[in-house]
C-alpha cells in the first residue's frame, strides 16, 4: 500500500508559486499553553481550522530535513474524527518526505492574521484513484488575534467619517480604513485637530451604501500617523452610544464585506488549484 502510494506521489510536479510564509509565524511552538497567541481550546481550534478549510486556504509546508518550502490545501476538518484532511503537496519529493517524518508545520493567513500549527502522526489515505494526508486535530494553533471582533479591511476612500471632539466642539472629518462590530480605525487629513488616546469622539456618523446612515460615539484607543512627517494620521477606538437600528445596519454591512472576503479567498484558492 504505501509502496502505491509513494508511487502516486512521484507523478507529483513542484510549483513555484507558494505563498508567502506567515513571517509573524513562531518558529518554535513550543511556548507555554496560556500564551495568549494561542488557540488553545478545543472548540476554537476546531472552529478555526474549518474557517481554512470552507474558504480553502493555500499554507505553506515545512518539513524536517528539507530546506524546500511545500503547499498544501487544508481540505476538511472532521470533528467526530478528531482529524484534518489535507490536500498532497506540490512535490513527490515533499509528499515521500512527509510519509516518511509523518510530521509537518502549516502556515497560512487568515483575515490578515498569520496562522500556524504542527501536524504529527501524519498518515496518507488512499480511496479509488485519490490520495490525501489525514492527521489528528493540532492541539493549539497559533494566532495572534486578540480582537474577539476581527477588523476588516474597507474599500479605499468608500466610507466617510464625521464627528465632533467631545472637548473642544471641533468637527473632525475623514474615512475609515476597516472596522469591526467593535470598533473602527479612521485616517485623518488635517492635522490641526489634536487627537488624543482617551479622547471621546460624539455625534459620529457614517453613511453606508445603500443611503444607510449610523449614528455613534467613539472612545479614541490607539492614534498614529501614516508615515513619518506625513499630515495623515489614524485613530482607532471603540463604539459607544450606538442605536440598535445602527448597529443592525452596521451588522448587514460587516456581513457583506465578510462575504466579499471569502468569495476572493475561494476564488485565490482556485486559481492557485489549477496551476
Keep these: 500500500m504505501l509502496h502505491k502510494i509513494r508511487q502516486f506521489f512521484s507523478f507529483r510536479k513542484a510549483s513555484d508559486d507558494a505563498p508567502e510564509i506567515a513571517e509573524d509565524s513562531e518558529q518554535n511552538l513550543d511556548y507555554p499553553a496560556e500564551n495568549p497567541n494561542f488557540v488553545s481550546q478545543r472548540a476554537k481550534v476546531i472552529k478555526l481550522l474549518q474557517q481554512l478549510a470552507n474558504a480553502p486556504h493555500r499554507c505553506t509546508a515545512t518539513l524536517e530535513d528539507a530546506d524546500e518550502i511545500f503547499t498544501t490545501t487544508l481540505l476538511d476538518v472532521r470533528e467526530n474524527d478528531g482529524a484534518l484532511i489535507l490536500d498532497t503537496l506540490n512535490s513527490s519529493f515533499g509528499n515521500n518526505l512527509l510519509l ?144 440598535v437600528q445602527s448597529q443592525n445596519a452596521l451588522e448587514r454591512y460587516i456581513c457583506a464585506l465578510e462575504r466579499e472576503q471569502i468569495r476572493k479567498q475561494r476564488n485565490s484558492a482556485f486559481a492557485l488549484s489549477g496551476l
Design 100 to 243: 516518511t517524518h509523518k510530521s509537518a508545520k502549516l502556515s497560512t493567513y487568515l483575515n490578515k492574521v498569520p496562522v500556524t500549527f504542527t501536524l504529527d502522526q501524519v498518515s496518507a489515505v488512499q480511496q479509488d484513484a485519490s490520495v490525501y494526508f489525514k492527521a489528528p486535530l493540532p492541539s493549539r494553533v497559533y494566532y495572534p488575534q486578540r480582537r474577539s471582533s476581527p477588523r476588516i479591511n474597507v474599500p479605499t476612500a468608500n466610507l466617510g467619517f464625521q464627528g465632533m471632539l467631545s472637548d473642544t466642539g471641533m468637527t473632525v472629518g475623514g474615512y475609515v480604513s476597516d472596522l469591526s462590530r467593535q470598533g473602527l480605525a479612521v485616517y485623518f487629513n488635517d492635522e490641526r485637530h489634536t487627537i488624543h488616546r482617551g479622547d471621546r469622539l460624539e455625534h459620529c456618523l457614517i453613511d453606508l451604501p445603500g443611503g444607510q446612515q449610523i449614528s455613534f460615539d467613539v472612545s479614541v484607543r490607539f492614534l498614529k500617523r501614516q508615515n513619518p512627517g506625513s499630515p495623515k494620521k489614524q485613530i482607532g477606538g471603540l463604539f459607544e452610544n450606538m442605536a
